[in-house]
């Protein structure tokens, strides 16, 4: 089944999560148990049969070259991420209070329970589910709402966004919205929890997260904020084969940078600036270095999808999903697992859905599954939601403006485009770049973008236009607040609840 989702999330910080997720064949895949509950509800995926035959390196390889499609088939997702708090206090949501939002609308709209053990982590109501976890986050509720598909931004940002900001997403996001005020309850669309800090932040009763909050720690030192603090915007889009996935995946990676530097939306910390204009940028380069950062390899003349699988494949695993249960396997190969000699599953075989979960628990700043996932930017703002779509799509879904960026950034080193990824974070556009500075590229690559979507014939270019006035200014939305900091807040980050309010 493809599907276009739109979700709210919230990760132990909670956040509001709009997740327009496609081509997903196995989304809202779950057990029924009576009329009203939905146990082992995906994410995370798991098959019903019994593995007989072991999968081989093809077969994997197989997986990630079917997401490969005709022009005419090509989608946009998109994925937003909120934080939720409290209206009086401004603190976090806290489980209890996730439960009982799920618990009325349940009962109020007639919803589905998902359940894992005991707790209430989702609903769901024909092709459409409200999920409380989704990929990494330590806190989510996502509502995943089936709409028609999502064929160019006009449809997206009208259809899906402008009118479903109003309402929270729609009728269910209405819904959502409307438990939510009744219990003063908001959402905050930025890039890092702006005012508390780890130890103020729920915990989400999830068998993940407990085996993600025990592994962080080893790999990296800011792995723990980014499950916790953190919220983003990305994009999803498609490929038409090997070549294209691999000419997108490059022009992607190499001005992911200059996504980050735009969108950039995150510079506090506990009540203080911190230093960063994109924290959440900064806060990935030290989570877990085996699975983010810039892949140099997707340059090598040898590049495709048999050498995606093999990155992947040496980076450790997390869990493996089995009988409504996560198995811890941090760390482990999925090299053995293929083997069977898994030492948290000894004989036993992945499946396709194993790989596809295991997929899931890379971060790269630029992700390929059947599908590739711009993955730069912060959570921000309704107001640039369709922005960061529209960005993308005309860089990478028209010829002219994506070979003119593979052109454009040719001859850009490894250690260059290392430079920018590690700068951005700090000096965004002022990032100096060769001979001028990175605003100057980003001028360029505007241009580009802008040119790709009018020639889609779609009249999507006045989505570019709050990026258009970043470059025009020179100035990112981090700095925008930084000086209402200084200035009319008065040293405070509280009223950035109400200036980014949803």
């Known amino acids: 089944m493809k599907e276009t989702c739109v979700s709210f999330s919230s990760s132990s910080r909670y956040s509001a999560k709009i997740s327009q997720v496609l081509h997903l064949d196995n989304a809202g895949i779950g057990i029924r148990r009576g009329r009203r509950s939905i146990v082992a509800a995906s994410p995370p995926t798991e098959d019903a049969v019994v593995v007989t035959e072991p999968l081989t390196k093809e077969d994997l390889v197989g997986y990630l070259a079917s997401g490969c ?28 209070q996730i439960a009982e939002l799920l618990n009325s609308i349940a009962e109020r709209f007639d919803w589905e329970k998902v359940m894992e053990g005991d707790y209430i982590i989702g609903l769901k109501q024909k092709a459409s589910t409200l999920l409380s976890s989704r990929g990494n986050k330590a806190y989510h509720l996502n509502l995943a709402v089936s709409l028609s598909l999502v064929v160019h931004l006009l449809k997206l940002c009208i259809k899906l966004v402008l009118r479903l900001i109003h309402t929270y997403i729609s009728a269910a996001g209405g819904m959502v919205k409307a438990v939510a005020e009744e219990m003063g309850i908001g959402f905050l669309g930025i890039g890092f929890q702006p005012k508390w800090g780890l130890k103020d932040i729920p915990v989400m009763p999830k068998g993940r997260y407990e085996i993600m909050r025990n592994y962080m720690p080893k790999v990296g030192s800011l792995g723990l904020d980014m499950m916790f603090r953190t919220c983003t915007v990305q994009v999803n889009l498609d490929f038409s084969s090997e070549a294209d996935m691999i000419r997108k995946f490059r022009a992607g990676l190499a001005l992911q940078p200059i996504a980050t530097a735009l969108f950039a939306n995150s510079p506090f910390t506990e009540g203080k600036p911190n230093g960063y204009l994109s924290m959440r940028s900064h806060i990935w380069t030290d989570t877990d270095n085996n699975r983010a950062g810039m892949l140099p390899f997707v340059f090598d003349d040898s590049f495709g999808f048999e050498q995606y699988v093999d990155y992947a494949l040496d980076v450790p695993m997390y869990f493996v999903y089995r009988k409504k249960k996560y198995i811890d396997c941090a760390g482990m190969s999925f090299r053995d697992f293929l083997a069977g000699k898994l030492p948290c599953l000894p004989g036993e075989l992945p499946t396709l859905n194993d790989w596809e979960n295991h997929l899931t628990t890379i971060f790269p700043e630029v992700r390929l599954k059947r599908y590739l996932e711009m993955r730069g930017a912060d ?57 001028g500075l990175l605003r100057h590229v980003a001028q360029d690559v505007l241009k580009l973008s802008k040119d790709g979507l009018e020639r889609r014939g779609f009249k999507e270019t006045g989505f570019l236009n709050e990026v258009a006035e970043v470059v025009r200014t020179g100035v990112t939305p981090a700095e925008k607040l930084l000086d209402m900091y200084h200035g009319k807040w008065r040293e405070s980050v509280d009223p950035v609840f109400e200036e980014l309010l949803y």
């Open 379 to 435: 959570g921000g703002p309704w107001r640039r939601l369709c922005a960061l779509p529209a960005f993308w799509v005309g860089l990478l879904y028209d010829e002219d403006s994506l070979q003119n960026v593979l052109d454009m950034t040719a001859d850009w080193t490894t250690g260059e485009r290392q430079m920018l990824r590690n700068k951005v974070p700090k000096t965004g556009l002022k990032t100096p770049f060769r001979d």
């Open 69 to 96: 499609k005709p022009k005419e088939k090509w989608r946009i997702g998109t994925e937003h991420e909120k934080f939720g708090f409290e209206f009086g206090t401004l603190h976090p949501m806290k489980y209890e």
